[in-house]
Nanobody, 119 residues
Framework: QVHLVESGGGLVQAGGSLRLSCAASGSIGNVDDMGWYRQAPGKQRELAAI???????KYTDSVKGRFTISRDNAKNTVALQMNSLQPADTPDYYCKIELRGSIWSYPYWGRGSEVTVTS
């Protein structure tokens, strides 16, 4: 009932920038955290950046100062501005939102956006 549509992935040279966007549609209720995770081949999925409904943010150490997360609560969208990209930033990026339930929040995932950073 809930679908996440991602956009903005692509190919970029080291030092360049990309902006990922994610829009949630369907039966959207109250949204808690929205964020981005990334996963490279052969590696575990890791947090890149998340933002709570109140605006609190959390970034993984490797992207601090380079990535900026933002969200539009009215439109249920979340974006990730990625600057100073390096080859190590190359994985798939997955949008994640959490919809508030009566006891806990339920996560929904996007299908993944490919990001390739060349050296």
């Amino acid at each position: 009932q809930v679908h996440l549509v991602e956009s903005g992935g692509g190919l970029v040279q080291a030092g360049g920038s990309l902006r990922l966007s994610c829009a949630a549609s369907g039966s959207i209720g109250n949204v808690d955290d929205m964020g981005w995770y990334r996963q490279a081949p052969g590696k575990q999925r890791e947090l890149a950046a998340i933002m709570s409904s109140s605006g609190n943010t959390k970034y993984t150490d490797s992207v601090k100062g380079r990535f900026t997360i933002s969200r539009d609560n009215a439109k249920n969208t979340v974006a990730l501005q990625m600057n100073s990209l390096q080859p190590a930033d190359t994985p798939d990026y997955y949008c994640k939102i959490e919809l508030r339930g009566s006891i806990w929040s339920y996560p929904y995932w996007g299908r993944g956006s490919e990001v390739t950073v060349t050296s």
